[in-house]
């Protein structure tokens, strides 16, 4: 299990300095805006942030949606298609900042550990409330009326606070005078997803994290898949003792909560789960949950 967490934390560190980094950014509180911002990354990193090359997906989906009139969003849409049919939620555990910031505060020692919250089966569900409400209805009009307005970035998006605007305001002492309650609010639900990460294993992942939710949708379908031959089994239960959020071995990989980190691969005894470009097998519906 090492092995594979040690690679997939050094995948992590290498993408996550790779997509930020614009370091004259960070020395005098400036956005790069050339034009490597008109493309996205896959994983949630704040076009505000300083350091960032690119641009978010969630971002750049809400601007499209945030244009005059109604118009259908298929450049995002067809970056999600793209990303989604092809890595699923692996881009979740393998390539995306915040992803990063929760596995690395999880590893702080703590007496009381868990790996969901209480309620687990109704809260995860709040990252489809969060796509619905705030990125798609906020953007459109449910928020701003008639002036559209990016209402997750805006909101709630805590990425964007400690990427964005927290290097920014320690950069810039104009900005640091226009704060106001929006940012006391944002910093507030920060702190406690940065608290709670260290109980409970990436929690805004889990609950509230709207591209994890359009990745989930493609878990079952997209190319990368840990492949479980079930012939080989003996039911020991190492993988879901090992995953992080607690799957089942009938769950991985088809499940949408399954980031992919791999950690059931290095579990499993009998070596009968392993990366693959095959798909696996579906279960019945009800062995999914």
């Known amino acids: 299990m090492r092995n594979m967490d040690r690679l997939r934390l050094a995948v992590q560190l290498i993408f996550t300095i790779l997509t930020n980094g614009y370091t004259y950014g960070y020395l005098r509180g400036k956005i790069y ?3 490597l911002k008109y493309t996205c990354v896959p994983g949630l990193n704040c076009y505000s942030c300083p350091g960032a090359l690119a641009s978010c997906p969630i971002g750049a989906l809400q601007a499209l949606l945030n244009r005059q009139g109604y118009h259908m969003p298929f450049a995002a849409l067809g970056f999600f298609f793209l990303f989604g ?3 699923g ?3 979740c555990g393998w390539l995306c900042p915040f992803g990063l910031v929760q596995d690395l505060l999880h590893r702080i020692p703590f007496f009381y550990k ?7 089966r109704i809260l995860k569900y709040g990252k489809y409330l969060v796509l619905v409400l705030f990125v798609i209805l ?4 449910l928020f701003g009326g008639f002036a559209k307005v990016p209402a997750f970035c805006k909101y709630l998006c805590p990425s964007g606070t400690l990427f964005g605007a927290l290097p920014l305001l320690a950069a ?3 900005l640091r005078e226009l704060t106001g309650a929006l940012f006391l609010w944002k910093l507030a639900a920060l702190i406690f997803i940065l608290l709670l990460s260290v109980i409970i294993c990436r929690p805004f992942c889990q609950y509230l994290c709207p591209l994890g939710a359009i990745y989930g949708l493609f878990n079952r379908f997209s190319l990368v898949q840990i492949h479980w031959e079930e012939e080989k089994c003996v039911s020991c239960g190492a993988c879901q003792r090992a995953c ?3 799957l089942s071995v009938r769950q991985i990989s088809l499940s949408p909560e399954c980031i992919r980190c791999g950690r059931c691969v290095s579990a499993c ?4 789960l392993h990366f693959s470009g095959k798909k696996t097998v579906c279960p019945r519906e009800d062995t999914v949950r």
């Open 33 to 35: 805006q050339g034009n």
């Open 172 to 174: 810039n002492g104009q």
């Open 114 to 120: 868990r790996k969901r919250l209480p309620l687990h």
């Open 269 to 272: 005894p009998e070596n009968c």
């Open 138 to 141: 906020g953007s459109l009009f």
């Open 244 to 246: 992080p959020v607690g």
């Open 89 to 91: 939620r692996f881009v």
């Open 85 to 87: 049919s092809l890595l």
